[in-house]
């Protein structure tokens, strides 16, 4: 009787609460209800870097740095693991990358203690011309995202071969098993990519009367956007990745995929042919490394990527002390900016595939650098910059879809290594059965004739994806990516800045607040002419303080506060110390990612 006293009385007083909880509900979302925690050590925003000493990943996605991990363990290298995490990755976050993308990749090798770069990405049809592309363009200006004419060939598959020939150990159906079993048996959909699948999807059915999108829909949307944790399986993707497993790459590029990558294209209308695939090869090149301070060079990959722009930009303001100022000061980032436009002015100018516009390497040289600092105006934005002269132009700069991860093993072979379906998931193209998308990296191209850039037969579009490293007195020391289109290069060197004029730790340096610039010459505009867009605009996240964009306002800038951090970036990034061997790791707080090590 006692107890059954208890329980009504329990029940009453409930019953008296609940219309007092009705009375006042809680309106605002949890981040504005309460703020976070204290940390004992570093910055209050930020979170610990890892440390560990036989290997480490860092990736977009735990799963992937995971498998990066057990490949590392069962004997594999950085470079058997970085292609494992990579085909992982193709499955767990195909809103950014896979096989239908290209690749780019920066590797330390201390055997020969030299970099090495792959050039992973690929080409128009050869049997296409500039006038022919215009004719089923009709009266449009610029390439479409979506459709095959957007479409290059894949050059993933060929980069891995490429890099596994070179450095692997593993058999490579080992390094793929890993990705083979997950596609069949599922994952959980991780909440960041979630997101970027239902951003998808509600863009390609805004447009589906624009392309092919059956395919797509049956593999990725049948049930509408994956949602977090929902578990996602793709097993043409699998049977695709087996088929490469046991064949090799040419199963890709000669072999029954390819076959059925090229009927699936030609029946959309595009020019590509069998003989376009068979023909395609990535091709080694040579990192540019620039000093920048305190003995800290940064490395970047030539054209057709945008990796020299970071290295522009370094010889830019390597010329003004930053650390006078506080690292949110107007004047810092009035400086990075200005430093960005002065570089892009280049890029849209000059870089492209070099088999057909040579670089020109004095755009790299200490005296042009001076010569590009001198025109910034220390206090005011520069309405508008033109290409410089080194010798006595769709959208370039939204956030691109593809991902970024570095592997180090115990040996102190390093991975940089970024991999793209370029914009809004890629073309929206999925050839049957094979389970994935084509990228639409193609938009690149510019229609005019005269621009370095000008789509041409065989050709290789302009590239934003971009792999980093560091060196620090002339060793090698860190391995950075900083993905999302024409934020990569200002991303590279924001994060050198934390790092070396700031003393930020590898965690802190990526976390903390970022700036992104659009606008300006872009490599899509002809070649003659003003720019759309000369000013930009400058994008900045909330941790930049209120009066700092006041004031860049003041300076002439045009501002916008962003607070989703889509458009900043994904940062991955591995320090290994030259003497002990210990590994370093930060990875990105605005994706799904993970830093891990043993």
């Known amino acids: 009787m006692k107890t059954l006293k208890i329980a009504?009385?329990?029940?009453?007083?409930?019953?008296?609460?609940?219309?007092?909880?009705?009375?006042?509900?809680?309106?605002?979302?949890?981040?504005?209800?309460?703020?976070?925690?204290?940390?004992?050590?570093?910055?209050?925003?930020?979170?610990?870097?890892?440390?560990?000493?036989?290997?480490?990943?860092?990736?977009?996605?735990?799963?992937?740095?995971?498998?990066?991990?057990?490949?590392?363990?069962?004997?594999?290298?950085?470079?058997?693991?970085?292609?494992?995490?990579?085909?992982?990755?193709?499955?767990?976050?195909?809103?950014?990358?896979?096989?239908?993308?290209?690749?780019?990749?920066?590797?330390?090798?201390?055997?020969?203690?030299?970099?090495?770069?792959?050039?992973?990405?690929?080409?128009?049809?050869?049997?296409?011309?500039?006038?022919?592309?215009?004719?089923?363009?009709?009266?449009?200006?610029?390439?479409?995202?979506?459709?095959?004419?957007?479409?290059?060939?894949?050059?993933?598959?060929?980069?891995?071969?490429?890099?596994?020939?070179?450095?692997?150990?593993?058999?490579?159906?080992?390094?793929?098993?890993?990705?083979?079993?997950?596609?069949?048996?599922?994952?959980?959909?991780?909440?960041?990519?979630?997101?970027?699948?239902?951003?998808?999807?509600?863009?390609?059915?805004?447009?589906?009367?624009?392309?092919?999108?059956?395919?797509?829909?049956?593999?990725?949307?049948?049930?509408?956007?994956?949602?977090?944790?929902?578990?996602?399986?793709?097993?043409?993707?699998?049977?695709?990745l087996q088929r490469i497993a046991q064949n090799g790459r040419d199963e890709f590029y000669k072999g029954q995929s390819a076959q059925v990558m090229v009927d699936y294209l030609q029946r959309q209308g595009s020019a590509f042919t069998l003989e376009d695939f068979a023909a395609h090869r990535s091709e080694w090149v040579e990192p540019a490394c620039v000093h920048y301070r305190k003995g800290y060079e940064l490395c970047e990959l030539p054209p057709n990527s945008q990796g020299f722009a970071a290295l522009q930009m370094v010889n830019i303001l390597k010329y003004v002390d930053l650390s006078q100022w506080e690292r949110g000061s107007a004047e810092v980032i009035h400086y990075i900016t200005e430093a960005k436009r002065l570089a892009y002015a280049d890029v849209a100018k000059f870089y492209a595939d070099p088999d057909f516009a040579p670089f020109p390497q004095e755009l790299l040289s200490d005296a042009y650098g001076y010569a590009r600092f001198q025109l910034i105006d220390p206090a005011r934005a520069t309405p508008g910059f033109a290409p410089g002269d080194p010798l006595p132009e769709p959208k370039l700069e939204g956030p691109g879809d593809t991902t970024y991860m570095t592997v180090v093993d115990g040996e102190g072979l390093m991975v940089s290594l970024i991999q793209s379906n370029y914009r809004g998931m890629g073309s929206g193209l999925t050839p049957d059965g094979l389970g994935f998308m084509f990228q639409d990296r193609g938009e690149l191209y510019s229609l005019d004739p005269a621009h370095a850039n000008a789509y041409a037969p065989g050709k290789r579009p302009f590239q934003t994806i971009i792999p980093a490293f560091v060196k620090k007195d002339g060793k090698p020391y860190m391995t950075l990516g900083l993905m999302g289109g024409g934020m990569q290069p200002q991303g590279h060197v924001q994060v050198l800045i934390n790092l070396v004029d700031y003393g930020m730790n590898l965690q802190e340096a990526g976390d903390a607040a970022r700036i992104n610039h659009e606008g300006g010459r872009e490599p899509t505009e002809p070649a003659s002419g003003p720019a759309k867009d000369p000013l930009g605009t400058l994008f900045v996240e909330p941790g930049i303080p209120a009066e700092t964009v006041d004031a860049l306002k003041a300076m002439g800038h045009k501002v916008e506060v962003v607070s989703n951090g889509i458009m900043f970036g994904g940062y991955q990034a591995i320090a290994r110390d030259p003497e002990t061997g210990v590994l370093t790791g930060a990875t990105e707080m605005r994706k799904d990612g993970q830093a891990q090590g043993y």
């Open 8 to 240: 009504l009385a329990t029940a009453a007083s409930l019953a008296i609460a609940a219309p007092l909880a009705a009375e006042a509900p809680v309106t605002r979302p949890v981040d504005e209800q309460i703020g976070a925690g204290g940390r004992p050590v570093g910055a209050p925003w930020s979170r610990s870097p890892v440390h560990a000493q036989h290997g480490m990943a860092a990736t977009a996605h735990p799963l992937a740095t995971q498998v990066a991990l057990d490949i590392l363990k069962s004997g594999g290298n950085a470079v058997d693991a970085a292609i494992a995490a990579n085909a992982a990755l193709g499955l767990m976050e195909p809103t950014g990358n896979g096989i239908g993308g290209d690749i780019f990749v920066i590797v330390y090798d201390p055997a020969t203690d030299k970099l090495y770069g792959l050039n992973g990405s690929g080409r128009s049809p050869r049997g296409q011309t500039l006038e022919q592309l215009k004719e089923k363009l009709g009266d449009a200006d610029s390439l479409p995202a979506l459709g095959h004419l957007s479409v290059t060939i894949p050059g993933t598959v060929d980069g891995w071969f490429e890099l596994h020939n070179r450095f692997g150990q593993l058999p490579i159906a080992d390094v793929l098993a890993p990705t083979i079993q997950y596609a069949r048996e599922g994952h959980p959909v991780a909440p960041v990519i979630g997101m970027y699948f239902d951003r998808a999807l509600r863009s390609f059915e805004r447009r589906s009367d624009q392309f092919d999108f059956t395919n797509a829909r049956a593999t990725w949307f049948a049930n509408g956007a994956p949602k977090a944790g929902e578990i996602f399986k793709n097993p043409d993707l699998a049977d695709t």
